[in-house]
């Protein structure tokens, strides 16, 4: 799986999707974080998946510092989730294509 072509839907998936690039690029925690300004454990906790407070300008710096671009693009419909389609069917509010 490649990061341009991995869903990101969660902070912890888009850590994953980084540590790939990083790899990618050859380079190392310590290395990156060094570039950016930030401590190798921040960006440990990062790629992990436990960096709760991490700043869209961090990711921006540290994908500069592997040579790589965030693309922002649609993801379509949504499908309903059970307790919409459940609250429907319970108020009779049927809003599909083939309602009456």
């Known amino acids: 799986m490649t990061p341009d072509a ?18 990618q690029a050859g380079k190392t925690q310590a290395q990156v974080a060094e570039s ?5 454990e921040a960006l440990s906790r990062f790629e992990s998946g436990r960096g709760n407070d991490f700043s869209l300008s961090k990711l921006l710096r540290l994908l500069q ?9 649609p993801t379509g419909p949504r499908r309903p989730t059970l307790k919409a389609v459940l609250e429907e069917r319970l108020s009779n509010a049927n809003t599909g294509p083939n309602a009456r």
Do not use: H
């Open 6 to 23: 991995c869903e990101m839907e969660t902070l912890p998936d888009v850590g994953a999707a980084f540590r790939q690039l990083r790899k």
């Open 36 to 40: 950016v300004g930030m401590r190798q």
């Open 65 to 73: 510092a592997v040579d790589a671009r965030l693309d922002f693009k």
